[in-house]
């Protein structure tokens, strides 16, 4: 009896520290987004895109110092693979001239192919992000419409709160490490909501089926929360370990064009595993989720008629 409740106790302090930890990375991150805001990519900001591969192998430092000499404005140079390169400049940047390309091409060491060159409006890019995030904010309101049918409000607001926790969170990297934010990025929010939704409902699916138990009512709510927690972290982190396996295969094996899409769904994924357990389940018993929450109570008259012989 003793053994069991020091271990309930031990595992509401793991949660709790972890709930506080999750809430000072939000602070930190939220910090950062407003300090350094996003690096956005070409297709919300803009610009002339141009790709490119070179007859063989070139160091990217060397190549970028050699269309420097070249090219007027600022550019940024990115390896998309072996000899492919591409190379990205802002809408109002006056060196979009031709004269680099030539260099790049004449250059017998570097004897440069260009495959594609083309030229997003900013229009375009205004276009695409207010898409994106109108997308973002639907996809948010479906989950709160669908957790508020499903349960009961705190599990509810649990699951919502452990959402945005995971979305800032990851926004919050991206902002820190200052990675590209582009359409692919914004897509792996998208998924990212619907795993970390998928999460925190088998977490709290099996919170709701041990608080409606008649015989756990005397039980301490911080008990049944970590019998959940218990009974569903194998089938968690198997889910979670596979699907980590798959992102990591796609963050080293697919290329730069997919790198932050990777990124930020490996991100997601642990971040959305420790919130299902540290914020979706332990926020309700925070807010006084209790199994009496779920014991039906009856009214006066129905109760004397059941009383009746």
């Known amino acids: 009896m003793l053994n069991s409740f020091l271990k309930c106790e031990a595992g509401a302090r793991i949660r709790y520290t972890g709930m506080l930890i ?3 990375f939000v602070l930190l991150s939220v910090f950062t987004i407003a300090q350094k805001g996003l690096n956005f990519g070409l297709d919300f900001t803009g610009g002339y895109l ?6 063989q192998g070139v160091e990217l430092k060397q190549l970028e110092q050699f269309i420097a000499k070249s090219h007027q404005g600022e550019f940024e140079l990115t390896a998309q693979g072996n000899n492919h390169f591409q190379l990205t400049q802002g809408p109002n940047n006056t060196g979009n001239n031709d004269d680099w390309k030539t260099a790049i091409s004449q250059n017998p060491t570097i004897n ?9 409006g900013s229009q375009v890019g205004d276009e695409l992000f207010e898409q994106g995030c109108l997308a973002l904010f639907a996809a948010m309101v479906a989950v709160m419409i669908y957790l508020a049918v499903r349960f009961e409000w705190r599990l509810a607001l649990g699951s919502v709160v452990a959402l945005f926790h995971d979305l800032v969170l990851v926004v919050g990297l991206f902002s820190w490490l200052q990675i590209e934010f582009n359409l692919t990025v914004l897509a792996s929010l998208l998924a990212i909501i619907g795993y970390s939704l998928n999460d925190s409902i088998i977490v709290g699916d099996r919170v709701r089926e041990l608080l409606r138990i008649p015989t756990n ?3 301490k709510p911080s008990s049944i929360i970590n019998s959940a927690i218990k009974s569903t972290l194998t089938r968690t982190l198997i889910t979670s370990g596979t699907t980590l396996a798959t992102v990591a295969s796609v963050w080293l ?3 730069a064009p997919l790198q932050g899409f990777a990124i930020a769904l ?4 642990v971040v959305g595993t420790l919130s299902s357990i540290c914020i979706a389940a332990t926020l309700p018993e925070l807010l006084g989720l209790s199994a009496k929450n779920y014991d039906k109570q009856v009214d006066q008259q129905t109760q004397a008629l059941m009383d009746m012989p």
């Open 253 to 255: 094996l697919a290329g």
């Open 217 to 219: 009512i005397t039980l």
């Open 112 to 120: 440069a192919e260009v495959l594609s060159s083309a030229y997003i």
């Open 50 to 55: 141009t790709e490119f591969t070179t007859s």
């Open 22 to 24: 999750s809430a000072i």
């Open 266 to 269: 490996f991100a997601g994924i």
